[in-house]
């Protein structure tokens, strides 16, 4: 049981590039979320899906693009990278408790650097 | 929007001291959960507080959440090295998706 892991761990790219980010869980979870972190600023929300095929904006979702075809992944695409989405990105998923308090569990993060 | 506020931002203490660390909102949460997060790695749940007044206690953390459900408080009892990280509030929507304070960053020194 691997829980939540993220591919790549570390990346370069220069801007305008595009790549995507894989976030793989093997827990059965319904419910899939895509963070940054930036210094001093805590994690916000990215994106965020609640069931195969479905996908929501969270906090701060422009530049970035989701997709979950399968119930177990959650990609993050960046289309046109920035120097600004210079971050941590930090996946996450969770067991829908139906009403129960939420516990996420979390990959160790995608460093990304953009020149 | 809703926002935490973790306070301090920074907190540099002697082996077996106390601490407490601070974190409010002006909004109420259904629960409010925290967070150790080490250098490199996803940050890993601590406790979860769901009712108001709570208290929490993992060993020498003691979790409390206010009575509005607002604000929580953690506080460590004689400080130790491996207490070391970054300490992450965060409060649960409706959405079940989780509002992150800015963190607190704990350093114990030897």
């Known amino acids: 049981n691997a829980g939540v892991t993220q591919t790549p761990k570390f990346r370069v790219l220069k801007t305008g590039q595009s790549m995507t980010l894989l976030c793989a869980q093997d827990m059965n979870h319904e419910y899939m979320y895509w963070y940054r972190q930036d210094p001093g600023m805590g994690l916000r929300l990215i994106h965020y899906s609640v069931g195969e095929g479905t996908t929501a904006k969270g906090e701060v979702p422009d530049g970035y693009n989701v997709s979950r075809l399968k119930k177990q992944n959650f990609l993050l695409g960046l289309e046109s990278a920035a120097p600004s989405q210079t971050s941590v990105y930090f996946c996450a998923s969770l067991r829908d408790h139906r009403g129960g308090p939420e516990t996420q569990y979390f990959g160790p993060g995608t460093r990304l650097l953009v020149l | 929007t809703q926002l935490l506020e973790q306070s301090p931002q920074f907190l540099s203490i002697q082996e077996g001291e106390n601490l407490t660390v601070y974190c409010n909102s002006s909004?109420?949460?259904?629960?409010l959960q925290w967070y150790r997060q080490e250098p490199g790695e996803g940050p890993v749940l601590l406790v979860t507080?769901?009712?108001?007044?709570e208290v929490k206690k993992l060993k020498r953390l003691t979790f409390q959440f206010g009575d509005a459900r607002k604000d929580s408080s953690l506080h460590i009892t004689a400080a130790q090295t491996g207490d070391t990280g970054l300490y992450l509030c965060a409060g649960a929507t409706g959405r079940r998706a989780l509002t992150f304070g800015s963190g607190t960053r704990l350093q114990v020194q030897p």
């Open positions: 909004s109420v949460f259904s629960s």
């Open positions: 507080v769901v009712t108001g007044g």
